[in-house]
């Protein structure tokens, strides 16, 4: 949508568009440990959110994933460097090494650790980390509240809880803006034993306290009123829904694990696509629930899905047919080499940055009345 002067208004894009995008790039990083690509696709993650991230509190916290990203790889390294230090290469320095039993054969702590022992333990955790930044971007760029409007309504009570979970995070980072507001207000600098007690524990509460009136919210308002239905009907939805999501989580691990067989990928997702779609058609029929104003469902919103999903179509389709392109070797240690098609999918995943809609800033500015009938309205 553009106003007369040919700018695209501003207007929150569908959240369902957000996940998409973010589980397809997702996707792709799960399927390869080249540092190169997976650079790429934390660039390209940052620069959609820097370009399309609304100024609400809880979107202005993508900080925190970041942190917690390098953690997971700090984690990774250290516990890989202490617990397994993979004997054989080049040695960067030496542990003092912990006997242990005879029963703990084959499991050391401490000795010396190697460069492509470290290097190994670097792109797991960065591939980690890539997972949690995608997931990071999506809780920012997406609000729970209104991801929940669009969850079909055979999945009420799921959408309940999910809603929640998703917003247990992004209302935590909200939470510890204010209580970290309110302690400059009052000058207070605390030491560092008491922010346990003055900070964290005040943030996770506020969090979840939030988290649960939502849900009280809805429950309230008899979000998920249900029709009465013959059991008959309810046991077969039941089975359709069940089978149909067991369904697609095996043949997304089909799709993922390069091990399996052919049959659990494609066959088996797109049986269990169909029959949960089947089970929310036959269960939606039995609730009654309204939409106020629903979000709809535009061209840059396809855009946006389809750019993540082309991003992880292309680095699937790569990690079947050349495998090495996106698994450097660390034994022996070589420097990563950069695949083109792989950059160029990952290149499209950073498409939404232009192709979604302008974000609606809170603080706006409304043009003044030319009427003063129009200011009552």
Known sequence: ?????????????????????????????SRTTNPLVLGLILAAVGVVV????????????????????LVVIVIRVVFRALLDGQPGGEVLFTLPEVPLPEAAAGIRVGGP??????????????????????????????????LLKAVPAALHEVGVAVTVALSVAPQLVESGQRVRAARRLRGEV??????????????MTDA???????????????YGRTAAVPASVRRGTGVLLVGGLMGMAVGTYGLLDSTAPRWL???MLA???????????????????????????????????GSGLVTATVVVLVSVTDPLALTPSVQPLVWPALPVLPAVGVAIGAGP????????????????PSHPAEALA
Request: aromatic residues 8%.
């Open 265 to 267: 990928g494609g066959p």
């Open 271 to 305: 049986g269990g696509v169909v029959a949960g779609w089947l089970g929310l058609v036959v269960a939606g029929r039995r609730v009654a629930r309204t939409r106020y104003r629903p979000d709809p469902w535009r061209t840059p919103e396809w855009l946006v899905a």
């Open 1 to 29: 949508m553009a106003d007369p002067l040919g700018r695209r208004l501003p207007r929150p894009l569908h959240p369902g568009a957000w996940w998409l995008w973010a589980i397809g790039l997702a996707a792709a990083a």
């Open 113 to 146: 650790v190697t460069l492509e022992a470290v290097a190994a333990a670097f792109y797991d955790g960065l591939r980690l980390a890539t997972l949690l930044v995608c997931v990071g971007a999506a809780n920012v760029l997406a609000n729970p509240k209104r």
């Open 353 to 368: 940055a232009w192709l979604a809609p302008p974000a609606r800033s809170r603080h706006a500015a409304r043009p003044l």
């Open 208 to 222: 979840l306290d939030r988290s649960l009136l939502l849900a009280a919210g809805m429950d309230a308002r008899g």
């Open 190 to 203: 605390g030491r560092r034993s008491r922010l346990l007690r003055q900070v964290a524990i005040p943030v």
């Open 50 to 69: 820097a370009a399309r991230r609304t100024d609400a509190p809880w979107a202005l916290g993508f900080k925190v994933y970041l942190v917690l990203a």
